[in-house]
């Protein structure tokens, strides 16, 4: 339990001398990415493939495009992916969606959590919980770069579980030093058992919740986007 009040329900508006800086290192190449890839590509990763198209789709099955769900590796958004007729999907599969989309995809509509599926919705916290893993360098750096939202309110007290005294404690270790590692968190920060998991909570429920006051993971706005 945290030992302030709510930050959902903070009333006061950001302070603009508190503006976070939205830029943001470009994130280092996967491995596995091909020789020439464009460094501005977004990929995301399939949470859902439907070859026979949307159960609510009421026109002949015949004639119902196949469709994928995908979640956004860079800042999050969810996707529905119209396909074409030879395209084949797996989940977990990995695939460009900007500024091209790959080969297989016709359309791509940005949707929210109530317009996934019961498969994609079940995958969803899995895939995040893969995001903040692939790309942990990213995510640890929230902790080192967390500032304050207002005179009350600082990015750290969004997470789940995180109140004054734990903010306080993240805030004096990485004076010490910036954090290198998810392990290296959980060793400086007295009291901070699960630091990527409280990350995957609230990517989850920024995505569940339309209305959430502030965001840091969830959209194109959020400052922790790699742009």
Do not use: C, W
């Not at 009421?58 to 590796?73: C, F, K, N």
């Not at 903010?167 to 959980?186: I, Q, T």
């Amino acid at each position: 339990m945290t030992d302030e009040r709510d930050p959902e329900t903070a009333s006061d508006p950001p302070d603009a001398a508190d503006a976070v800086d939205e830029s943001a290192a470009e994130p280092e190449g996967r491995a596995d990415d091909a020789e020439g890839i464009e460094d501005d590509a977004v990929y995301a990763y399939v949470l859902e493939y439907l070859p026979h198209g949307r159960a609510d789709d009421d026109r002949p099955q015949h004639r119902r495009p196949a469709v994928a769900y995908g979640l956004d590796e860079r800042d999050f958004r969810l996707f529905e992916f119209e396909l074409t007729d030879d395209a084949e999907f797996g989940i977990d599969d990995r695939v460009q969606i900007e500024p091209e989309t790959a080969p297989g995809i016709k359309r791509a509509r940005r949707v929210g959590y109530d317009d996934l599926n019961r498969g994609a919705s079940q995958e969803l916290e899995y895939v995040v919980e893969d995001i903040i893993e692939a790309d942990e360098r990213r995510f640890v750096d929230f902790y080192n770069d967390a500032e304050p939202i207002s005179l009350r309110l600082h990015q750290l007290n969004l997470l789940p579980g995180i109140g004054k005294k734990l903010r306080n404690n993240v805030l004096d270790a990485r004076k010490r030093g910036p954090f290198e590692s998810f392990e290296d968190l959980s060793d400086r920060v007295s009291g901070l058992h699960s630091p990527k998991e409280k990350l995957v909570e609230r990517v989850m429920e920024e995505l569940r919740d339309d209305d959430l006051k502030y965001r840091i993971f969830v959209g194109v706005d959020a400052p922790t986007a790699n742009k």
